[in-house]
């Protein structure tokens, strides 16, 4: 079976750049209609829904903050009204700095788990009422690292907001599953992309990336990670409920 995303609404949150604009674009070359979220980025979200539009398929553009529920809330009143059904979410957006735990302040705990944890929280639950209405399973889902299950240097905030990710994901399962939808998590490696770069020794961490693969000189790229993403949101993966699948070439048996 190809998979073909036909007739099929996905949203995709923080689209604008990286793994995000990936992913819509990947999804919109297997025949979905995409709606593009960003916060800043407009220039950037109308490039990327200017190339869906390109591919034959129609695209939206909304900002939202994902981190504040009436930024969600009118986000899906708009996919509401003006769309009127969706069948995939991916809560990709999420934020966070990397900075030692030692130093971080309250401001900076709840920046992180306010984008990469409460905004899937505000996510599932708007767009619950579309998703199960659907006449194929709805899907959802999130993007998560390897930090939620290792320590990595500056890395506590996100880490953690992701290992509490994975958590909110299978305790989703036991609510949504029956009702319709799944919902999955894709633990991706080290992409360069504009947040990655900024992490302390970024250079180093890039070209050191082909030892701890087992792919050859090949290194993951945010179109790979979209294809494992692509994989989820289609019937493919009905029978995967709550689960976290690594794409990284192999990095994590080495414990990267
Ligand atoms: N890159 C990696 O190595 C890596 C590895 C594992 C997992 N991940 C995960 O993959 C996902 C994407 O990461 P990335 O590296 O592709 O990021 P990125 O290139 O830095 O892009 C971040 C995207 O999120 C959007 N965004 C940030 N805060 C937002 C908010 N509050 N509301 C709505 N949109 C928001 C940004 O929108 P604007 O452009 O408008 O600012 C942008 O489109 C994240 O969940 C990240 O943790 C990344």
Request: proline share 2%; aromatic share 6%; charged share 20%.
């Amino acid at each position: 079976m190809n998979i073909d995303l036909t007739n099929k609404v996905a949203l995709v949150t923080g689209a604008s750049r990286g793994i995000g604009r990936a992913t819509a674009i990947r999804f919109a070359q297997s025949g979905a209609d995409v709606i593009v979220n960003y916060v800043t980025s407009r220039d950037a979200a109308e490039t990327a829904a200017n190339e869906i539009i390109q591919l034959g398929r129609r695209a939206w553009i909304i900002k939202a903050d994902v981190s504040e529920k009436e930024d969600v809330e009118m986000m899906f009143e708009f996919i509401c009204n003006e769309i009127g059904h969706l069948n995939i979410l991916v809560s990709n957006a999420a934020t966070g700095g990397f900075r030692p735990l030692l130093t971080a302040s309250n401001k900076n705990f709840d920046a992180a788990f306010h984008t990469n944890v409460l905004a899937l929280m505000y996510l599932v639950q708007s767009a619950m009422p579309l998703l199960e209405k659907g006449t194929t399973r709805g899907k959802v889902i999130t993007i998560s690292s390897h930090g939620a299950i290792a320590g990595l240097p500056m890395y506590g905030l996100v880490g953690a907001s992701k290992a509490a990710l994975e958590s909110l994901v299978r305790h989703f399962t036991l609510e949504i599953g029956d009702r319709g939808v799944n919902i999955n998590v894709v633990r991706a490696g080290l992409v360069a992309t504009d947040s990655s770069r900024r992490l302390p020794n970024a250079d180093k961490l890039f070209n050191d990336q082909i030892n701890f693969t087992q792919v050859g000189e090949r290194i993951l790229l945010p179109e790979d990670v979209a294809n494992t993403i692509l994989f989820l949101a289609s019937p493919l993966s009905d029978m995967i409920q709550g689960e976290t699948i690594t794409i990284d070439g192999g990095a994590a048996i080495r414990g990267a």
